[in-house]
């Protein structure tokens, strides 16, 4: 089994900053892209960045120049820094990987439980 465990929200006024965290574990063979998406109540999920196992990235452009995502696998975790916060980028924020669980078979996107990140004054 493969878990996702998110970390990092919470409550940040205009202007300010968060580093959201993600830590894969379990039957993990191999990490391949990763990514982070955000929803908030009656909208779909939507991608805000994604990095792939060689570090190519790509963002939403609605947070292109203030969020960064960056992986380490060493410790199989997944980091996106949020930067000058806006109130719409209030939402709750879920980390997806790509993972291999066994040598020779195909890879899964898993979901993490989500954290919310609320941007107010």
């Known amino acids: 089994q493969v878990q996702l465990v998110e970390s990092g929200g919470g409550l940040v006024q205009p202007g300010g900053s968060l580093r959201l965290s993600c830590a894969a574990s379990?039957?993990?063979?191999?990490?391949?892209?990763m990514a982070w998406y955000r929803q908030v109540p009656g909208a779909e999920r939507e991608l805000v960045a994604r990095?792939?196992?060689?570090?190519?990235?790509n963002y939403d452009d609605s947070v292109k120049a203030r969020f960064t995502i960056s992986r380490d696998d060493t410790k199989k975790t997944v980091y996106l820094q949020m930067n000058s916060l806006k109130p719409e980028d209030t939402a709750v924020y879920y980390c997806?990987?790509?993972?291999?669980?066994?040598?020779?078979?195909?890879?899964?996107?898993?979901w993490g439980q989500g954290t919310q990140v609320t941007v107010s004054s």
């Open positions: 379990g039957s993990i063979y191999t990490l391949r892209t």
């Open positions: 997806n990987a790509d993972i291999v669980s066994l040598p020779l078979s195909v890879g899964r996107f898993y």
């Open positions: 990095i792939t196992p060689h570090n190519n990235t």
